[in-house]
T-cell receptor, first 113, second 112 residues
Framework: KQEVTQIPAALSVPEGENLVLNCSFT??????LQWFRQDPGKGLTSLLL?????REQTSGRLNASLDKSSGRSTLYIAASQPGDSATYLC????????????FGEGTQLTVNP | NAGVTQTPKFRVLKTGQSMTLLCAQD?????MYWYRQDPGMGLRLIHY???????AKGEVPDGYNVSRLKKQNFLLGLESAAPSQTSVYFC???????????FGPGTRLLVL
């Protein structure tokens, strides 16, 4: 059974700082990994999807990496802004079922002006 | 293009009452999912569907039923609501299992 862990649970940084969010997963036989953002009281918004054949995926100030062998993914946010404040979740598929994602509990990020 | 929509946004039920949550997507996606989100438990999959007319159990299916009679709609039913079903329910869809999941805004359900 896939288990996904995110560290830290909460992070507070000053505006402009570069930061890294960590995600680890137990079943490395995955075909992709997804990062999502959730604002309070809202649904999840997809940020990046990394296929198993890729090592990195970039979108604007966001860069996600994937290391299947070590069961780890990182989300790098450059030059953080107050608008980046949200909860960030990573999700890895259950390989045996094929269709199911297992989510971490998220990292709650606060960027202070 | 509305994406994924959910109805209702908020509902209060008494124990034992029934209700149906509706999810609709206009992206012609094959896969649809129902999750619940609870503090300290994260997002957990209730049921999912890999195409019109199909349904499958997720991680926490007990007390829920689903139907996918039309490709664009995925219904989640609670036959006899219990306080343990108080949660925020999210619907999601994706084109295939390997593609991005798109989420709806959620339904807050309170069972008294």
């Amino acid at each position: 059974k896939q288990e996904v862990t995110q560290i830290p649970a909460a992070l507070s940084v000053p505006e402009g700082e570069n930061l890294v969010l960590n995600c680890s997963f137990t079943d490395s036989a995955i075909y992709n990994l997804q990062w999502f953002r959730q604002d309070p009281g809202k649904g999840l918004t997809s940020l990046l999807l990394i296929q198993s054949s890729q090592r990195e995926q970039t979108s604007g100030r966001l860069n996600a990496s994937l290391d299947k062998s070590s069961g780890r993914s990182t989300l790098y946010i450059a030059a953080s802004q107050p608008g980046d404040s949200a909860t960030y979740l990573c999700a890895a598929p259950e390989e045996t079922s094929g269709s199911r994602l297992t989510f971490g509990e998220g990292t709650q990020l606060t960027v202070n002006p | 293009n509305a994406g994924v929509t959910q109805t209702p946004k908020f509902r209060v039920l008494k124990t034992g009452q029934s209700m149906t949550l509706l999810c609709a997507q206009d992206m012609n996606h094959e896969y649809m999912y129902w999750y619940r989100q609870d503090p300290g438990m994260g997002l957990r999959l209730i049921h999912y569907s890999v195409g019109e007319g199909t349904t499958a159990k997720g991680e926490v299916p007990d007390g829920y039923n689903v139907s996918r009679l039309k490709k664009q709609n995925f219904l989640l039913g609670l036959e006899s609501a219990a306080p343990s079903q108080t949660s925020v329910y999210f619907c999601a869809s994706s084109q295939t299992r390997a593609r991005t999941q798109y989420f709806g805004p959620g339904t807050r359900l309170l069972v008294l």
